[in-house]
C-alpha cells in the first residue's frame, strides 16, 4: 500500500491511502466533446425547440450525442430523443452561433432560430450582451435571463417575471465523430467508477479541475472536495477517461 498526505485546506491534511493494486487507470484529457474549438453539444432543450429541422441534418441511422448525457435518434429510427444514453455513440452534433438577435416578446424567437440557453450565453457573452438594448432583460432557454450593457450584461439562472424580450441565435451546425473528448482506446469513466476508486480519479485531476464524466456526469478535482454529480449541464474543460 502506498500514502500520500494531501493538504485539503490550510488548516488541517488528511491522509489518503491508495492500493497499488488498483485495477483502473485515469486519464485526464482536454475538453468535454469531440466538437471543434468554437463548437459545443447541441442540448435536448434546442433540439426541443426545433426537432424537425435538427432531425433533417441526420442521415437515417445516425445516433447521436447531445449535451448531458442525451442523444437523437436520425430519422430512420423516428427521431427519438432519451435523456440518458450510456451507450458508446459514433456522432455527436455541434452548434455554434452565428447571430444573436433580441426579439422582443418573452419566451419567442423567429422561424429559423433558437432561444439561447445559459451556457451558450455564458460563453459567447460579449457577442450575445451586444445584442441587447442598454436596459433589456431577455429571457434565456432554460428559464434564466441575459441583463443589457446597462445592468452589467449579468446572467441569472432564473427569473420568474414576465420579460419583454427574448435572446436568440441563429446556429450553424455539425456532425462529428465520436462522441466524447476521450483519446482513441478509452472512454469516459462513469460515476461509479470514479466512487470506486475516488482517491485515485480524484488524483488524476489538478487541485481545481471539473472533468466530464459518462452520462452527463462530472467529478470536482481535490480543491472542490473530489465531488462527484450524475448530471452536470454545464461545459467543462476536461473529461476523465478510462481503456474501454
Given at each position: ?44 432543450n ?16 445516425d ?107 441563429t ?63 454545464r ?8 481503456a474501454?
Amino acid at each position: 500500500m502506498q500514502f500520500r498526505s494531501l493538504v485539503i485546506s490550510g488548516s488541517f491534511a488528511v491522509i489518503l491511502s491508495i492500493s497499488s493494486a488498483s485495477a483502473t487507470d485515469f486519464q485526464k484529457a482536454e475538453g468535454d466533446s469531440p466538437c471543434p474549438s468554437g463548437y459545443s453539444l447541441v442540448n435536448p432543450n434546442e433540439v426541443k425547440a426545433n426537432y424537425t429541422d435538427i432531425c433533417s441534418m441526420l442521415d437515417s441511422w445516425d445516433i447521436v450525442r447531445l449535451a448531458n448525457g442525451a442523444s437523437l435518434d436520425g430519422p430512420g429510427y423516428g427521431c427519438k430523443m432519451r435523456a440518458n444514453d450510456s451507450r458508446k455513440l459514433g456522432h455527436s452534433l455541434c452548434k455554434q452561433p452565428t447571430q444573436f438577435t433580441a426579439r422582443a416578446r418573452d419566451y419567442y424567437c423567429e422561424a429559423g432560430e433558437t432561444m439561447v440557453s445559459s451556457l451558450v450565453a455564458n460563453a459567447h457573452s460579449e457577442a450575445a450582451c451586444d445584442a441587447l438594448g442598454d436596459w433589456y432583460i431577455a429571457r434565456l432557454l432554460d428559464g434564466g435571463a441575459m441583463d443589457g450593457p446597462g445592468y452589467g450584461c449579468n446572467l441569472k439562472p432564473r427569473e420568474e417575471q414576465l420579460l419583454g424580450h427574448t435572446l436568440c441565435a441563429t446556429y450553424s451546425h455539425m456532425k462529428v465523430s465520436g462522441d466524447v473528448g476521450c483519446p482513441s482506446g478509452t472512454r469516459l469513466a462513469t460515476p461509479a467508477e470514479a466512487k470506486q476508486d475516488l482517491i485515485k480519479a480524484c488524483l488524476s485531476l489538478e487541485f481545481w479541475d471539473v472533468a466530464r464524466l459518462a452520462g452527463g456526469g462530472s467529478m470536482d478535482g481535490l480543491g472542490y472536495g473530489c465531488q462527484i454529480r450524475a448530471n452536470d449541464s454545464r461545459a467543462l474543460g476536461h473529461s476523465l477517461c478510462v481503456a474501454e
